[in-house]
């Protein structure tokens, strides 16, 4: 099911048949820009653009959001065609509500027009920069935080040619801006990396050493610019057929544009914005000195627990997050991960109890009106493991506790890898790694133990702590033989 034919579409020209209860909380393009956005996807539309313009309907302010699409151009077309509106299905299973946003100020395709952004990022008027371009695009070492650039990359920081990578648009629009001598500007990551703030910073220091910059420019980024860390939650699924037509239906007209989205939502973001900042708190975002605690909270209790849901449930031929809750014993087993590993491998923030906070996740999950797909989740393994797994793993082994469930996590990513579920079929393996991946495998003896040892020679996946770790290798050996031999259904049936 999609949109009608001949349906008209959604634009400043027919906002006034949207029902009023799903008409933008501001006057579309009444609030300037001061925000740019790399990263124009499903999960910023249904997110900060969201928080941004209650925080503006509260409080006001020059917060408009210009959003820029690294490489797809499809969503800038969707958009301009528009007239920058959109609309997010809050979806659950008591019901939905479809609003449209309007706090988008414009849109730019960078791969079309890089000096556009360019220009954007070193405009004075702009004075907060976010970004949602997954780990991928930052082009760091998942294990040491280094700069490890690609040959595009490289070409962006060594070279006068039009930039076409994230980091160099951002080295190339900050000494812009240095150059002027423009105002002070924050960088906030929104993209579920550890230390998200820091690792953005040391993006943009090591790309500056990188590119050899000299050094008055190179010291108005290190004073001039701030890095922010956050914590950001809310599951959003892609966009479908049936979120177009359930859109279509909502609003009167048709929006090609629309994303659906859960009903919860986060946003933990550290205050230090020397430019100023929308009062994002206005809207429930929760401002603090330290991001940390909250986003290990998350990116272990939440993105953990959502990726053993995913390659478990794949294993066994599950569709969606929502299908995979459903094995037996599955959310038995999910919530031993976080009882006993994730809980004690860190501190939470205070007052939170990260048990109450895995139910309420697994609550979410089980949410059959958000069809977050096993495979979609499954996605970019050897970029998220290690914050999501590896890290709990560590840090319960360097304080002497055994990391049983979280090993289970890694031998059903390291089944899933090798690309067939329970019942034969095949598994795709998307993933920057795939190659190493699979040609580590193809090397190793066709024993559980052979695996292991072949996937934990991957330094860009596994701590050198983790990697060494002979139980933690017995561990993981003895879950995969495990699914090997009996499958999902029997190994979680029997697990203890």
């Not at 509260?58 to 077309?77: F, K, L, M, S």
């Not at 490289?154 to 105002?183: E, N, S, W, Y």
């Amino acid at each position: 099911m999609a949109v009608s034919v001949g349906a008209a579409r959604l634009g400043l020209g027919t906002l006034r048949r949207v029902p009023t209860d799903s008409r933008p909380l501001l006057r579309p393009g009444s609030a300037p820009a001061g925000i740019v956005h790399l990263g124009l996807g499903a999960f910023h539309r249904a997110h900060q653009a969201v928080y941004t313009e209650e925080a503006m309907a509260h409080a006001g302010g020059d917060w408009g959001i210009v959003g820029v699409a690294p490489r797809n151009p499809d969503v800038v077309t969707t958009l301009a065609a528009q007239d920058n509106l959109f609309s997010v299905t809050t979806s659950s299973g008591e019901g939905c509500h479809t609003r449209v946003v309007g706090a988008l100020a414009g849109t730019r395709h960078a791969a079309g027009d890089p000096a556009a952004v360019v220009a954007l990022l070193a405009d004075p008027a702009i004075r907060v920069v976010t970004l949602t371009v997954t780990e991928k695009a930052y082009q760091l070492d998942p294990v040491t935080g280094r700069l490890r650039p690609d040959p595009e990359v490289a070409a962006d920081l060594r070279t006068d040619r039009v930039p076409a990578t994230v980091p160099g648009l951002l080295l190339r629009g900050l000494l812009a801006r240095a150059a002027a001598q423009g105002p002070p500007l924050a960088l906030v990551s929104c993209d579920n990396l550890p230390t998200n703030g820091r690792r953005l910073r040391g993006l943009v220091e090591q790309s500056v050493a990188y590119a050899r910059v000299p050094e008055p420019l190179a010291d108005w980024v290190r004073e001039c610019v701030s890095f922010p860390g956050t914590m950001v939650d809310r599951i959003v699924p892609a966009s479908t057929a049936q979120t177009l037509a359930d859109a279509e239906r909502a609003l009167g007209v048709a929006d090609l544009a629309a994303v659906v989205a859960e009903p919860y939502r986060q946003w933990v973001i550290e205050d230090d914005f020397p430019g100023g900042r929308p009062a994002w708190e206005r809207a429930g975002a929760v401002l603090t000195t330290d991001a940390g605690p909250w986003e290990r909270l998350k990116l272990r209790a939440l993105n953990g627990v959502h990726s053993a849901a995913a390659y478990l449930g794949a294993l066994a031929g599950r569709e969606t997050i929502a299908d995979a809750l459903a094995l037996p014993h599955l959310t038995t087993v999910l919530r031993h991960l976080v009882a006993e590993d994730v809980a004690a491998s860190f501190d939470p923030p205070e007052g939170v109890s990260v048990v109450a906070y895995g139910e309420e996740v697994l609550t979410r999950f089980a949410n059959p009106a958000i069809r977050h797909r096993t495979l979609q989740v499954a996605m970019d393994g050897s970029q998220k493991l290690p914050q999501r797994v590896l890290h709990t793993i560590a840090d319960l082994r360097a304080a002497g506790r055994s990391a049983r469930w979280a090993t289970l996590v890694v031998a059903a990513w390291l089944r899933f890898a090798q690309g067939h579920a329970d019942d034969g079929s095949l598994l795709p393996l998307a993933d920057p790694l795939a190659e190493e991946i699979r040609a580590a495998l193809a090397a190793a003896p066709r024993t559980p133990a052979g695996a292991v040892d072949a996937v934990f020679g991957l330094r860009e996946v596994f701590p050198a702590e983790v990697a060494a770790d002979d139980d933690v290798r017995a561990e993981v050996a003895g879950w995969l033989a495990a699914l090997e031999r009996h499958g999902v259904a029997a190994t979680l049936a029997g697990a203890r």
